[in-house]
């Protein structure tokens, strides 16, 4: 298979690129980090592997259609780090900025190509519901209206102007990813370390969960399965409270979870105006995955932790 990544070289795309490389395929990872048409191939990845090309969405839908043309599959994990920095109204613009002009350019050279990939697969995440307290959440439930929310729908339209004859588009509303390399976890177990981990807020609001290994393999089958259309949660059967979630990582990393939830107001002061979706959830289930019989190797949180800990 011939398979385009954009945003392939970080905590998801690259062990996700990995993995195709491993079998043999061949991978272009379209990045910044190139000028725009440059080329370099990784090594260690074998033959053909994996293979970075240069991009800059900016530059529109032109410069990639070469790379697109004939592909098995596009998959766009592009986009800024939602929590990396304070979130002003500036660093707001920029989150979005590189979701929908990544998307608009991908969705425009897929309806360039003379043989345009059979699956694109876009990015988005369950905070494309917004709060919605223990509500249980499928895939048919209408988006929230918070900034998060918002982004999400803007980002999910912008893949939806991929659609032509021949091409699937899925949508992967992606829960917090759990692996103990990067991603959420390694700030999550800070305060356990130091004996003072527990809930945030008042530990009631839901945390939709996935071990990154299953959110590799359910990219991989919805490429696989022709039956995988339109959104996806990318999230584990059991969604838990925030409260249960310290319970169980304190569990597997033998500290306590007593510590008292920290308060609304204080998240606020410390991490600003993201401490809002801290303290809100989504008890996002992957209603449609399970129904077209994917299987989770870690469906339970204390089996994913487990897992985490003991590798």
Request: charged residues 20%; hydrophobic residues 40%.
């Amino acid at each position: 298979m011939k398979i385009v990544v954009a945003g392939g070289t970080g905590f998801l795309g690259a062990p996700l690129c990995g993995s195709w490389a491993d079998e043999g395929h061949e991978v272009l990872v379209l990045t910044r980090g190139l000028g725009p048409g440059q080329r370099q191939h990784e090594p260690g990845t074998g033959v053909p592997g994996v293979t970075r090309v240069g991009w800059k969405p900016s530059d529109g839908a032109e410069p990639l259609v070469s790379t697109i043309e004939g592909a098995t599959a596009v998959v766009n994990l592009a986009g800024e780090s939602i929590d990396a920095k304070r979130w002003t109204e500036a660093r707001k613009q920029v989150i979005r900025n590189s979701r929908l002009d990544a998307t608009r350019a991908l969705a425009a050279a897929i309806r360039s190509c003379a043989t345009p990939p059979g699956t694109f697969i876009s990015g988005s995440a369950v905070g494309y519901y917004g709060d919605r307290g223990g509500e249980m959440i499928a895939e048919d439930a209408p988006p929230g209206r918070d900034f998060l929310a918002r982004l999400c729908a803007d980002w999910e339209e912008q893949a939806q102007a991929a659609a032509r004859p021949g091409v699937r588009i899925v949508v992967v509303r992606t829960g917090i990813v759990l692996e103990r390399s990067g991603g959420a976890l390694p700030r999550m177990m800070l305060p356990f370390r130091y004996f003072t981990g527990g809930p945030l807020g008042s530990g009631r609001q839901y945390l939709s969960w996935i071990h990154r290994l299953d959110w590799i393999e359910t990219i991989r089958w919805a490429i696989d399965t022709p039956a995988a259309a339109g959104p996806f949660n990318a999230t584990a059967p059991h969604p838990v409270t925030n409260r249960e979630f310290a319970r169980a990582l304190g569990r597997a990393m033998h500290r306590p979870a007593i510590a008292p939830g920290v308060p609304h107001v204080v998240l606020r002061l410390a991490v600003g105006e993201i401490a809002d979706s801290l303290v809100t959830g989504q008890r996002a289930v992957p209603a449609k995955a399970l129904a077209a019989g994917f299987h989770f190797r870690y469906p339970e949180i204390d089996i994913a932790l487990r897992g985490i800990f003991e590798t």
